[in-house]
């Protein structure tokens, strides 16, 4: 019999808020965090908005030396991890037997863009002996979990999943599947992203996978609509502490929701356009996993990138596993406000995906004004609905075909 694993922390900074109830309040009033890019200069680009955090200020939550040895998305993830450690019940860093047991699995998809950039230039212009001591450290992905680990005494498990959009759900895939087999009791899990940059903006404009929308940054981001035309980038992080139950209960947290399945495939079909059988394959071996059928299962956190391929796809594989129960679940993308982290979204929506089983109520897709006839689903358009829902899955699909689903359970005492 698997171990039974519960969510007891969560934290997310995006761009509609700095804080799980800040973001929350939000994504319910239908607020859009995409605007101009004030990062750097966007003039020459030809997407030139984003989902930026804004008034981010890292001393907040992590020590003001340390914080200057961070990449940005380092920080970004540290103040989640923090928010989420507090809320279950730590204020300081974890000893004795729970320490050897508290894994740390955190992902980024890119990692430490902007050092990256950074350095570069030193190189170019002030040559090699005036590159930093810090640069490599700064830059490598799993540096996240490494300051996390050190930050909050974790001995257990500890690395970084990378694997583009699909990072941060693989993150809490892997760490769920980690406490169930018993090599850990707790862990903190998610994803951190920071690539609004030069080059990052850059290299999806070159893919020409963006929104050109830059008139309307606030209804540029349009998942599921008929007039998508790309996805907006964001930054930030999402991530949960996650525990097996009993070990839960006997320290008395408060349980948000039981984590119940986790389901990981590949396309093998094409770097950067789904197949058409990969994500219904996986949301059925999630589905098998948490031992869920599908007609108890009422919300989907979609993948929902505002790209053409991507939502018409994920709307077929929505009805290949559902069948006609997908006419009667909600579906919506919350991508429409934040942007796209990339990998801190599967971190970011399963925060919000807890959310909605714990509060019955369910985030809108914005911007939703003209049906498209390829994606005729319910994606909850532009207001929040009340609804309580017993079983929610979280979306995350990644280029190089990787997908993910995660299954979550409202949380009944």
Same mark, same amino acid.
């Given at each position: ?82 928010? +989420? ?86 993150? $809490? ?81 408060? $349980? ?16 950067? +356009? ?55 679940? +909600? ?83």
């Amino acid at each position: 019999m698997k171990r039974r694993v519960v969510v007891t922390g969560m934290g997310m900074v995006s761009a509609v808020g700095i804080g799980v109830e800040e973001g929350w309040k939000a994504l319910l009033a239908g607020t859009s965090g995409i605007d101009r890019i004030t990062l750097f200069d966007p003039t020459d680009f030809t997407s030139q908005i984003a989902g930026e955090v804004k008034g981010f200020e890292p001393e907040k939550f992590i020590d003001k030396k340390e914080a200057r040895r961070m990449d940005r998305f380092v920080q970004l993830g540290m103040a989640a991890c923090d928010m +989420a450690m507090r809320q279950a019940g730590f204020d300081q860093p974890v000893d004795g037997p729970l320490a050897d047991r508290f894994a740390t699995i955190l992902g980024s998809g890119i990692g430490g863009l902007s050092s990256l950039e950074d350095e570069h230039k030193t190189l170019l212009g002030k040559g090699p002996k005036r590159l930093s001591p810090f640069f490599i450290p700064m830059m490598i992905a799993n540096l996240f979990p490494g300051h996390a680990s050190i930050r909050w005494g974790a001995k257990g498990p500890s690395w970084s999943p990378v694997s583009a959009c699909a990072t941060g759900a693989h993150a $809490i895939g892997e760490a769920l599947k980690t406490i169930q087999r018993g090599d850990a009791d707790m862990a903190l899990c998610g994803g951190a992203e920071a690539a609004i940059t030069p080059l990052g903006i850059g290299g999806f404009n070159a893919m020409r996978a963006m929104s050109t929308r830059n008139d309307s940054p606030h209804t540029a981001s349009r998942p599921f609509d008929k007039d998508r035309d790309g996805f907006v980038q964001g930054e930030g992080a999402g991530v949960l502490v996650i525990e097996e139950l009993e070990h839960a209960k006997a320290r008395g947290a408060q $349980i948000i929701c039981e984590l119940v399945g986790y389901a990981t495939t590949a396309d093998a079909h094409h770097i950067t +356009a789904p197949s058409p059988d990969g994500a219904p394959r996986c949301i059925q071996l999630c589905l098998n996993d948490a031992g869920l059928r599908p007609e108890e299962v009422g919300y989907i956190n979609a993948h929902g990138t505002s790209t053409p391929l991507n939502d018409a796809n994920e709307t077929a594989a929505i009805k290949t596993v559902f069948g006609e129960h997908a006419y009667k679940l +909600a579906v919506s993308s919350t991508k429409s406000m934040t942007g796209h982290t990339l990998g801190a979204a599967g971190g970011i929506e399963a925060v919000i995906s807890a959310l909605a089983l714990l509060r019955g109520v369910l985030p809108p897709t914005t911007n939703y004004q003209t049906p498209d006839p390829d994606c005729d689903l319910d994606y909850v358009p532009n207001q929040p609905r009340e609804v309580r829902v017993d079983a929610a899955i979280s979306n995350s699909f990644g280029f190089g075909g990787t997908n993910v689903v995660l299954a979550m359970r409202r949380w009944r005492g």
